[in-house]
């Protein structure tokens, strides 16, 4: 007889930032989390302040997602340790700031591997054991998947891809009894400015939302099913407008914005 495997919420990106809050909310809302990021320190820290709370101590998985095989090798720890999802979180991602042809060919290249290729892979290798136990898939993009970004290109492709792939993966599994929900953050002070070299202007107060509020909003927005989850009033009427913004007009404002930030 086969045993049963124990249903977890795989959390991916969980070593900062949002995916760090999106694993004190989902634990904190009874789920099993499992934590996977390549800082296994930054993860075993985390795993300890979710239990210091009364949750069951997460599981850290550290890999790191710019590698082609990281789906299989994520797939493979699980199973050997009696593990299916029940929910998937794509959170993992970065940007770069720069003009596409100034910035490093192979680390652009490593964004469409970890923004796209490995949540790509995450989100179809557990599709069997989420329609079987009625799961979800999060997917994290931003408030730059709703247009071009001049001066952050592969950054804001990589999200409309994310919006994109996860809005029809959203109608193709619904009757499936499979939710799936895109997070559209617009921005949150964490570790994901410096990474992308950002040192100039700040975000407006305005737009700006805690890693905290974001994953709180996420959870909700997967729970009640949405597809689109844009968190915070201003975010959401900005993603509204640019739609009704030519072109022309949203590249260059979009391009002395990202100017200023250099
Ligand atoms: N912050 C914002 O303003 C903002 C706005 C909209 C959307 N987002 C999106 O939100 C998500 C989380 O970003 P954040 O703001 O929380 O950034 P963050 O604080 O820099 O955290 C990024 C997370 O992704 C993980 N990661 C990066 N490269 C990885 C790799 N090769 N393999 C495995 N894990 C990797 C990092 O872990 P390790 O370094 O330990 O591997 C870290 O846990 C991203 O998808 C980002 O695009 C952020």
């Known amino acids: 007889m086969t045993q049963e ?14 995916g760090a809050a999106l694993a004190h909310e989902f634990a904190a809302n009874g789920h099993d989390v499992v934590l996977i ?31 082609a095989d990281a789906a299989q ?4 720890a699980l199973d050997r340790r ?13 940007g770069l700031l720069g003009a596409a042809d100034k910035l490093d060919r192979a680390e652009q290249l490593a964004m469409i591997d970890v923004n796209v290729r490995a949540l790509t892979d995450l989100s179809l290798a557990f599709i069997e054991s989420l329609k079987r136990r009625r799961g979800g ?4 993009a931003s408030i730059a998947a709703f247009m071009p970004g001049p001066g952050m290109a592969v950054y804001y492709a990589s999200k409309a891809y994310v919006l994109s792939f996860s809005e029809a993966l959203h109608r193709e599994l619904k009757p499936k009894g499979v939710r799936v929900t895109v997070l559209c953050p617009g921005p ?25 509020q974001v994953a709180r909003d996420a959870y909700r927005g997967l729970k009640q099913g949405r597809r689109v989850v844009v968190p915070g009033l201003a975010t959401s009427a900005v993603a509204t407008v ?19 930030r250099r």
């Open 82 to 94: 009696g593990l299916e999802p029940d929910v998937v979180v794509n959170n993992a991602g970065f």
């Open 242 to 260: 640019i739609r009704f913004v030519p072109r022309s007009i949203l590249l260059s404002l979009i391009d002395r914005q990202q100017r200023g």
């Open 73 to 76: 090798a994520i797939a493979e």
């Open 5 to 18: 495997k124990r249903p977890i919420t795989l959390i991916t990106g969980a070593s900062a930032g949002i």
């Open 37 to 67: 990021a390549r800082r296994e320190l930054a993860l075993a820290a985390l795993a300890d302040a979710i239990a210091a709370k009364g949750a069951p101590r997460p599981t850290v998985l550290r890999a790191d997602l710019a590698h």
């Open 137 to 140: 898939i999060l997917n994290v």
């Open 188 to 212: 949150v002070p964490t570790e994901f400015q410096a990474r992308a070299g950002m040192t100039g202007e700040a975000f407006p107060r305005l737009l700006t939302r805690s890693a905290e």
